[in-house]
């Protein structure tokens, strides 16, 4: 199964949209967001991912993302949040899955090593982390926006051999 790992994609439409072509055409099955949306009006353009991908559609609130109702009014129709807003908690391609958008270094490090999850992913700090630890897949996929990094990136992991691919705008 593919998943696509997008973060901090902080309004950039134009970003949003070379995404989600890419992974339309790559016929990604499952996007996950590490948050930092921003404004609810992005669901328009996410809303141009495949039906199919959009079932899949799964995602947590940054602290960015101050307008949590109408960002769950309108985003919500085709990404579901996670519970409690921020730990997204999920199995998908026989995967174990916590995202979270500014888990502390010690917080993965403990996640990554408690044996309870297959794949680790995190957002916030606009810096990409990809890394196997002993079978763990810990995925930070940098900023979408590219606007501290200068790089627009996000991830696609593969589950089959637990890989994730960076895919640089
Ligand atoms: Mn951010």
Request: hydrophobic share 40%; with cysteine; proline share 2%.
């Amino acid at each position: 199964m593919k998943i696509a790992i997008i973060s901090d994609s902080h309004d950039h439409k134009d970003n949003i949209l070379r995404a989600v072509s890419i992974i339309n055409e790559r016929k990604v099955n499952a996007v996950i967001h590490c948050g930092d949306y921003v404004s609810p009006f992005v669901k328009r353009w996410f809303d141009k991912l495949d039906d199919a991908i959009k079932k899949n559609f799964f995602g947590v609130f940054g602290n960015n993302d101050g307008e949590r109702l109408f960002l769950t009014q309108n985003l919500g129709q085709i990404c579901q949040f996670a519970q409690n807003g921020n730990e997204l908690i999920l199995e998908l391609g026989g995967k174990r899955i916590f995202a979270s958008h500014m888990p502390r270094k010690e917080t993965i490090e403990a996640l990554a090593h408690s044996g309870k999850f297959d794949i680790i992913l995190s957002g916030h700090t606009h810096s990409l982390i990809n890394k196997n630890e002993k079978g763990v897949l810990v995925v930070n996929p940098g900023e979408l926006c590219g606007y501290l990094t200068g790089k627009s990136t996000f991830a696609i992991i593969d589950t089959d051999n637990m890989e994730a691919e960076i895919i640089e705008l």
